[in-house]
């Protein structure tokens, strides 16, 4: 069973930078699926923030495309988020997910809440 | 961007009745639609893909139609581990979005 978790700091100060790293496992980023990152702000819908292939191209929702960076760590077999400049209202739960290029994602980590406070 | 909206927004429903979400796009996606299924403090699970497929594992009480900008969620009795929020999610063109989402409550 293929599985993703998402690690990193819960609290994050504003204007610093976000960072979380999706661990993959029964799965290799290598192969031919894109891995994305997806948030959701607390009592609130869905927002794709980007996806990266497994080859390293990169795909943003243009309202964050200016600080966002996702970006694969073959090694570790993970992918990371960083968001930049973050505000209060970057606080929500972030999940990374697994999906193919025209296919929605089918595997999703179980979400970790981010709160951006000083 | 594509914009995705639901409706209703949320509904009350017993167990057994028949439930329908709608999801329009505001431009033609053909059939690339999904929807998730979302419980409370849980990741969304992926119920259906292009437009009508089920994932596997689906209970075949739900279905899904439509192509083009106008799509339907349908339970054909709803069940008691049914009650969730519902999303629709185009991934024709980036950046993929999701619709606003659909609380189906306990009548």
């Known amino acids: 069973q293929v599985q993703l978790q998402e690690s990193g700091p819960g609290l994050v100060k504003p204007s610093e930078t976000l960072s979380l790293t999706c661990a993959v496992s029964?799965?290799?980023?290598?192969?031919?699926?894109?891995w994305g990152w997806i948030r959701q702000p607390p009592g609130k819908g869905l927002e794709w923030i980007g996806s990266v292939s497994h080859s390293g191209s990169t795909y943003y929702n243009p309202s964050l495309k200016s600080r966002v960076t996702i970006s694969l760590d073959t090694s570790k077999n993970q992918f990371s988020l960083k968001l930049s400049s973050v505000t209060a209202a970057d606080t929500a739960v972030y999940y990374c997910?697994?999906?193919?290029?025209?296919?929605?994602?089918?595997?999703w980590g179980q979400g970790t809440m981010v709160t951006v406070s000083s | 961007d594509i914009q995705m909206t639901q409706s209703p927004s949320s509904l009350s429903a017993s167990v057994g009745d028949r439930v329908t979400i709608t999801c329009r796009a505001s431009q033609g996606i053909s059939n690339y639609l999904a929807w998730f299924q979302q419980k409370p403090g849980k990741a969304p699970k992926s119920l259906i893909f292009l437009a009508s497929s089920l994932q596997s594992g689906v209970p075949s009480r739900f279905s899904g139609s439509g192509s083009g900008t106008d799509f339907t969620l349908t339970i054909s009795s709803l069940q008691p581990e049914d009650f969730a929020t519902y999303y629709c999610q185009q991934y024709n063109i980036y950046p993929l979005t999701f619709g606003g989402g659909t609380k189906v409550e306990i009548k």
């Open positions: 029964r799965s290799s980023i290598s192969s031919a699926y894109y």
């Open positions: 997910a697994r999906h193919l290029e025209w296919e929605p994602a089918d595997i």
